[in-house]
Every structure is written in structure tokens, then in C-alpha cells.
């Protein structure tokens, strides 16, 4: 196995890091989860999402005071690198991590040097995508002004382990987490949606919410595929107990719907329609089998309808340019396009 350290390809039992890191010691560091989609059929390993997770990770990296190392286009390649190294041609789990290196005692983010690192290896579902029990869970998920949540930083999930171990010895599957106000904000490692009245709404970031991919993709796919109206709005936790489906998002967790919640069906107390059809939407596309979502996805082996669709559009795109070039004026690409086949808009988050 390869991993990927401080610039370097080594073998994963050459990569080593000393007992006393400061990051070890005080969970001085902040990480990303990505996922890569094995489509047989094609042959194909498509990275979901790759460029806007590091774009994230670079924003939790200046939270933490910590340099990140590269661009995000060197990020991007050294991650599709990695892969191809460990020939991954199934399901699998990318977790790059920055985080501060000094071997030394004494808590602070300043005038400490960043190391950064990244494996990939299979994995399959995180939690089951067939129907969560949850439980409000007693601890209340942190603040901004405390750690904040919108950096994935890895000391914060301490918090989210108390509330996962609490609400599995409960016999729950899942967590469901409250701010210190009351409200919901999310699951122990997933952002949360409710349908309910006809509208799928989701907790917006001033609930200490992480800004999930996964829900930022859900959220379009919502509106754009089964036009639905999304808001994102303050919950209480009885809405939890009223909502016709809930079900939870994550690079993790996917789409997992929940069946229930402190003892109470959801709904009916199975997969509602809408999560039943995000779930279709959301592997479909990670797959490669809807073109249209290739600007989400990174193909790792050159393979599959991502890598044609993309060289497509660079050749489109060139030869755009040169007609504007040559007719003095700019070309006007994409009109009259129906909703379906529009281009995802890249993530502004």
C-alpha cells in the first residue's frame, strides 16, 4: 500500500509519525473524507466531488492556522496518483489530513510546523443506507465560538463520538445532535434533511452545521431533478418527530434514510419516495452513468463516460474560443438548453 506524506509516494510502513505530534496530542489537525465509485462497466473509478472537498479542506486548514501545502489542482492529481499507485479498482475512501507536527508539550496553533498526508483504501457503507433507527442524543453538538464546525477539524469529533456511543449503547443505530439552543443541527457525522408539508429542509450553517458536499449536491439535485422546494431554515426537534421522511447525507453515510427517531416511525417507518429517489440519483451519478453530472466527478483511469464528456468539452470549449476570436465577438454557448441538461453549478461553498 501507498500512502502519500510531505510530498512523497512511500509505502505505508515507511510513513511514520512520532508518538509526541502535536496533533496526536491535541487533535491539532483537520482531515476530508472523499469517495471514489467503482463502475464496472466502464472500468472506471470516478472520484466524486474531489476539487470541492479540497477547496473545503483549505478553508479548515486556515482556520486551523495551517498551511496547506499545494494547490488544489496539485491535490487533485496527487489524490487520482495515489489511486492509480494502489491499482484501486472497487469502492473506496480518501482521507487526506494536515495537521501541526512539533513533537513537543504546550497547546497553541501558532509558530508550529504543518506536516500533511493521505491514504485511500476500499471501503463500503459507513452506516446502513436501509433504514436508521436514531435518538436525540444528550450531547449538544459544539459551537462556532467554541471549535468550529464548519472546519473538519479532528479533535471536534470527540464530540461526535460521545453521541455515536451513546446512541448505539441505547440501541439506536445514529445519533441525531441539537445546538445548546435546542435546534437541530445534524447527525454524529452526517448533515440531516426533513420532508415535510411538500418541502425538503435542511438546518442552514448558522445551526453549527458542517457544510456537507454531499448535502450541497442533495440540495440541487432536489430542486433540479424532482423539483422540489429546498429551504434551508431553523428545526425543532418535535419536527423530527412530525416529518413524513427524514434521512441523513454525508460522503460517509451517503443517502441513509431514517426510519425512526426516539422510538417513533417516520412516516410510514420505511424508505419514503423522496429518499428512495435521491438514493438512485446519488449512485447513479457517483457512477459515471449520468452525463450530464461528469463536472462532479474525477475519473482516475482515463475510462468511462466522465473522461469523454469532459474531453468533449475542452474541445468545445477551444473551439468556442477560436470562433469568438474570429468573429470578434463572444460565442454564445449553452442557449436554449432544457433543465435537464444544464451543467451543474460548481459549488460556491
Avoid at 486551523?64 to 496527487?78: L, S
Avoid at 483504501?121 to 442524543?137: E, F, N, Q
Avoid at 435546534?183 to 448558522?206: D, K, M, R
Wanted: proline residues 4%.
Amino acid at each position: 500500500m501507498s500512502v502519500f506524506l510531505n510530498g512523497k509516494f512511500l509505502r505505508a510502513d515507511e510513513a511514520h509519525v512520532g508518538v509526541m505530534t502535536h496533533g496526536l496530542s491535541y487533535g491539532t489537525g483537520c482531515f476530508e473524507g472523499i469517495r471514489a465509485y467503482w463502475n464496472a462497466d466502464q472500468e472506471e473509478l470516478y472520484v466524486f466531488r474531489l476539487r470541492e472537498h479540497f477547496e473545503r479542506m483549505e478553508r479548515s486548514c486556515r482556520i486551523m492556522n495551517i498551511r496547506f501545502p499545494m494547490t488544489t489542482d496539485e491535490a487533485v492529481e496527487t489524490t487520482l496518483e495515489l489511486i492509480r499507485r494502489n491499482n484501486l479498482r472497487e469502492n473506496c475512501y480518501i482521507r487526506p489530513f494536515a495537521y501541526k507536527a512539533d513533537e513537543i508539550i504546550g497547546v497553541r496553533l501558532h509558530d508550529l510546523e504543518d506536516h500533511f498526508t493521505m491514504y485511500a483504501l476500499p471501503m463500503g457503507d459507513y452506516i446502513a443506507t436501509t433504514g436508521l433507527r436514531c435518538g436525540v442524543s444528550s450531547w449538544r453538538r459544539v459551537d462556532d465560538n467554541m471549535i468550529p464546525a464548519r472546519a473538519k477539524i479532528s479533535g471536534a469529533y470527540v464530540n461526535s463520538a460521545f453521541a455515536k456511543t451513546e446512541a448505539q449503547q441505547n440501541g439506536f443505530d445514529e445519533a441525531i445532535m441539537l445546538t445548546a439552543e435546542g435546534h437541530v443541527s445534524e447527525g454524529s457525522a452526517e448533515n440531516i434533511f426533513l420532508y415535510i408539508n411538500g418541502e425538503l429542509v435542511t438546518p442552514p450553517p448558522s445551526e453549527n452545521i458542517l457544510l456537507g458536499i454531499t448535502r450541497d449536491s442533495v440540495m440541487e439535485l432536489a430542486r433540479r431533478e424532482l423539483g422540489l422546494t429546498v429551504r434551508e431554515r431553523v428545526i425543532d426537534r418535535t419536527e423530527l418527530y412530525c416529518a413524513d421522511e427524514i434521512f441523513l447525507t454525508g460522503t460517509g453515510a451517503q443517502i441513509a434514510p431514517v426510519i425512526s427517531v426516539d422510538h417513533r416511525p417516520v412516516g410510514k417507518g420505511e424508505i419514503g419516495p423522496v429518499a428512495g429517489e435521491v438514493q438512485q440519483l446519488y449512485a447513479a451519478i457517483t457512477r459515471g452513468k449520468r452525463a450530464e453530472y461528469a463536472p462532479w466527478l474525477s475519473p482516475v483511469y482515463g475510462k468511462g463516460i466522465a473522461a469523454q464528456v469532459s474531453g468533449k468539452a475542452k474541445t468545445a470549449q477551444h473551439n468556442g474560443y477560436a470562433n469568438s476570436h474570429a468573429n470578434g465577438h463572444a460565442a454564445q454557448n449553452g442557449a436554449g438548453t432544457s433543465k435537464r441538461e444544464r451543467t451543474p453549478a460548481k459549488s460556491g461553498r
